[in-house]
């Protein structure tokens, strides 16, 4: 019994090694891209950067492609858990919506993994790549959980019914996107104004009359 609980626990071992070199990977990856563009991210640099070979980062990804789709993969599962930690999909929906922005806004204002995910869409897009399907993906994942937000305040009454709340997903989505692609053409903008400006015209279009402020 013994040497199987060790023959398990050295499985269970590699496997935490291999998950923690990836993750070290992706963040090494994510970092060179937010800080010095998409070309500068090579095998190399990453495995570096990571404190791991060339070789183990080829290994991991295979090609620039599925380097880059693990990528999206990790920071989509970076916000989850971001928003499952604040408890975002449990919110009312109007406070949901709101959170999500807010959220999304000032982690845009850091320059951080926000700022690698619009640098890799935008190159993809440029060089009309076939990571627009990866991308559009991604996006559309988005929108599901905002549009889910959306119905979940209309049917609490605290969202107005006769908006569509697929059409009003897209719309946050949108406005996300193009503060994002604004950012990397001006680094130096200040987000803050923006970020109050966009909830509160945000509260005011989406609330329920009988929710408003007398």
Excluded: W
């Amino acid at each position: 019994m013994s040497q199987i609980l060790q023959e398990r626990r050295a499985r269970r071992s590699q496997a935490e090694r291999r998950d923690e070199s990836e993750r070290g990977l992706l963040r090494a990856a994510t970092a060179i891209v937010a800080e010095r563009g998409v070309n500068a991210a090579t095998f190399e640099a990453i495995g570096a950067r990571a404190g791991y070979s060339r070789g183990l980062a080829t290994q991991k990804f295979g090609s620039k492609q599925g380097m880059i789709e693990a990528m999206i993969a990790h920071l989509h599962e970076r916000q989850n858990d971001i928003l499952g930690a604040l408890g975002v999909d449990r919110m009312p929906g109007l406070e949901a919506v709101l959170t999500y922005v807010d959220l999304y806004l000032r982690d845009l204002a850091l320059k951080g993994e926000g700022r690698a995910y619009f640098m890799l869409l935008a190159g993809a897009i440029a060089d009309l790549s076939a990571l627009r399907a990866a991308f559009a993906a991604s996006h559309e994942k988005v929108e599901r959980r905002l549009e889910t937000m959306v119905l979940r305040g209309q049917a609490e009454g605290t969202i107005r019914r006769e908006i569509d709340a697929d059409a009003a997903a897209l719309m946050i989505g949108s406005l996300l996107l193009g503060l994002s692609i604004q950012c990397l053409i001006d680094p130096d903008m200040d987000l803050d104004p923006i970020r109050a400006t966009s909830l509160a015209t945000l509260r005011l279009s989406f609330v329920a009359p009988a929710n408003l402020e007398g």
